[in-house]
């Protein structure tokens, strides 16, 4: 799919867009994870999101991530709902790594740098 495609997802769809990237990120996405998205979206909808994600690379995946909080509803409302659902996210395995809390960081500055504020 090309960035444009990716950068036009509906607010679900950018949750679990933005989910799987922050699950896949330390490179050992957890069934806990998985059931953790999988839950409160639904196994099509991860599935279908894990396979964008697939597609693209990591700097595509950022953008598609930054673009679809500007482009939503009330931006600063789904930043605030991505990063409510990161930190639940991070935890569902019972542990919140470094490398996770430093991706939280990452992601909120990504975000933070687009002047969507919470």
Do not use: C
């Not at 839950?39 to 953008?63: A, I, V």
């Not at 482009?71 to 996770?100: C, R, W």
């Amino acid at each position: 799919m090309s960035q444009k495609t990716i950068s036009q997802l509906k607010e679900d769809d950018l949750m679990v867009f933005t989910l799987v990237y922050a699950a896949h990120e330390d490179l050992e996405m957890t069934q806990e994870e998985i059931d953790f998205i999988t839950s409160r979206y639904g196994h099509e909808k991860f599935e279908n999101m894990l396979e964008l994600f697939t597609q693209n690379s990591d700097y595509e995946n950022l953008e598609a991530i930054r673009n679809g909080v500007m482009h939503s509803e009330n931006p600063s409302k789904t930043k605030d709902q991505i990063l409510d659902q990161l930190t639940q996210l991070f935890v569902a395995d019972g542990e919140y790594s470094k490398l996770e809390v430093v991706l939280f960081k990452f992601l909120e500055k990504i975000l933070d740098s687009n002047g969507i504020k919470s």
